[in-house]
């Protein structure tokens, strides 16, 4: 047949015999893309906070995986013209993969992390076929549509693509407020995959029966429904692989493992032989306490900065106390304000024995107030509602997550910086953790220049006790026109515990390294410190960070 022009004319597919009327039928299709749609966004999610989980640098692992999935959803939709003759055969096969290779994504990478150490090439892989299978989606379904009612391509297009971002926007709200908070991970991607499997499969395979032979509807219910008991079994034994694997990630003595929203917090030792040496607190894979070692990491942040006045205290971040302790073991302290910004490890800092042990129970000291909400967040409330007369601190200690967490950006910029020197009293000081590279120390002083106050910087070798090769970068800076110097507190009789109870002279509260141990800082340290920091200090001028160009990422 030819039309108009000569050319030879597609015939038109033969009418379908439905199960329902044509608008139910296409309802029924918009609905399956609807709800897979919602299950991609989900596996694509995962995937983002899993990869910057095991391999850290949220904003970069974000991009990989992004851009290979978007890649591979065009390779998808390419291969899915050559099945188009058998669209309804093909979309089941693919939403039976897409819901096995999606919902098992997690466990699988996980695996892989726990037992190889090194997930990237795999998690590339897995978003690479997890687009493909996506990516087919589309061409298959508008073929589909247009088998139960012939329509224009610009309609069809409007409807799919509607149904199809209506869904992901539903997907990306149930990933962040259902089933990471509710299901965890783990247990979130199995389920999201058992939906898709359902939602895929069943519709049309009821649906299009008439166009299947009933060899092809045995086969693909079959695969199906082997899809579905393959996922029911690993969620059966999602418990004791996570245990298993958390077991190979962060060895023995796991006594608290919580998912508090999309953030994993393990503690690990901590009570009984060791007793605090032993402890180890994870929040997302990274080290953040290890007991062997915190006493003088936390007596090099915060003693020099009380070297002078420290009659009020602002403690950010340092929500598992250790910080604070070092705080309320300096007479003349009068008040902390305490803002952890992470609540969980806050909790952990006050209730958890094994941290409240090493923290010397810091929180319960009277002089300590504990204030919630971000870090960033109370700063601009406090500086834009506080009045000009308001108090102001004497001594900010900033124990924040390393600058090499983009996630932490934000608390090493120039807006940051701004506003807490705004919280400083006169002849008050702020004392900075500026991560374990010397490009994030120089880019912090740079930063904290950029507020007119001057920084000292000096650098700690690690210990080696937790494994830690780079070193501890300090920053001491105060609003003056020379760099404050570093000194020690001077040791005065009476010091005050974190209980409040008198202990003898240089006395360390319960829980920390007393003086006389040998992890205690001294003067001589400091010098050291601070000569091995300026021999690293760049020829060059260094520019700072800010909100919209993060530049202290490790």
């Not at 995986?65 to 959803?73: C, G, I, N, R, T």
């Not at 892989?112 to 090439?121: N, T």
């Not at 023995?252 to 999309?262: I, L, S």
């Not at 509260?509 to 601070?530: I, K, Q, R, Y």
Request: proline share 6%; hydrophobic share 50%; aromatic share 6%.
């Amino acid at each position: 047949m030819l039309d108009q022009r000569g050319r030879p004319q597609t015939p038109r597919p033969l009418a379908l015999a439905l199960p329902v009327p044509v608008r139910a039928a296409r309802a029924l299709v918009l609905a399956a893309v609807f709800v897979c749609a919602a299950c991609g966004l989900v596996y694509e999610l995962e995937l983002v906070a899993l990869a910057s989980y095991l391999v850290g640098d949220s904003v970069t692992q974000a991009s990989v995986v992004l851009s290979v999935m978007v890649f591979a959803m065009g390779c998808g939709s390419l291969l899915a013209k050559r099945l188009r003759s058998r669209a309804a055969a093909a979309f089941v096969a693919v939403e039976s993969a897409l819901a096995l290779v999606g919902g098992l994504s997690v466990m699988t990478l996980y695996a892989v992390f726990a037992w190889y150490g090194q997930a990237r090439f795999a998690m590339i892989g897995c978003a690479y076929v997890i687009g493909v299978l996506i990516g087919a989606e589309v061409p298959l379904l508008m073929t589909l549509v247009q088998r139960i009612r012939r329509q224009d391509a610009g309609g069809a297009v409007a409807d799919l693509f509607a149904a199809d971002y209506v869904g992901a926007l539903l997907g990306g709200l149930a990933f962040s407020f259902v089933l990471l908070p509710f299901l965890g991970q783990l247990t979130g991607a199995l389920a999201t995959g058992a939906v898709n499997a359902v939602a895929g499969g069943s519709i049309m395979l009821w649906l299009f029966r008439g166009d299947l032979s009933a060899r092809a509807r045995g086969w693909l219910l079959t695969a199906n429904v082997g899809v579905l008991a393959l996922l029911a079994c690993a969620a059966v034994g999602a418990g004791p692989f996570e245990r298993a694997a958390r077991h190979a990630v962060y060895g023995d003595g796991v006594r608290v493992a919580e998912q508090t929203g999309a953030e994993e917090i393990v503690l690990a030792g901590g009570t009984g032989t060791g007793g605090g040496a032993s402890l180890r607190l994870y929040v997302d894979g990274d080290l953040a306490v290890c007991g062997a070692d915190e006493a003088v990491h936390h007596q090099a942040l915060v003693a020099p900065a009380m070297s002078g006045p420290h009659a009020r205290v602002l403690v950010l971040g340092g929500g598992d106390g250790l910080a604070l302790r070092e705080v309320l073991r300096h007479q003349g302290v009068l008040a902390v304000t305490v803002v952890p910004g992470d609540t969980e490890v806050a909790r952990l800092g006050r209730t958890d024995p094994g941290l409240t042990a090493l923290n010397g129970h810091a929180f319960g000291d009277p002089r300590v107030r504990e204030v919630g909400g971000d870090v960033f967040g109370w700063l601009r409330r406090s500086v834009r509602g506080g009045s000009a007369a308001r108090q102001r601190y004497d001594v900010i200690i900033e124990d924040l997550p390393a600058p090499g967490d983009s996630d932490s950006a934000k608390l090493y910029s120039q807006e940051f910086y701004g506003l807490a020197a705004r919280e400083l009293a006169a002849g008050g000081r702020i004392a900075v953790h500026a991560g374990s590279v010397v490009h994030s120390l120089w880019t912090t002083d740079a930063t904290l220049r950029a507020v007119s106050l001057r920084g000292t910087p000096y650098t700690l070798p690690a210990s080696g006790a937790c494994g830690a090769t780079q070193d501890w970068n300090f920053l001491l800076a105060a609003p003056t026109s020379v760099p404050p110097r570093l000194r020690l507190p001077p040791e005065r009789p009476g010091v005050s515990d974190a209980r409040g109870e008198s202990a003898p002279a240089g006395a360390a509260p319960s829980g920390s390294a007393s003086p006389g141990s040998g992890s205690a800082l001294t003067a001589a340290d400091l010098g050291a410190a601070a000569r091995r920091a300026e021999r690293e200090r760049p020829s060059h001028p260094v520019p700072p960070s800010t909100l919209l160009r993060p530049r202290v990422a490790e």
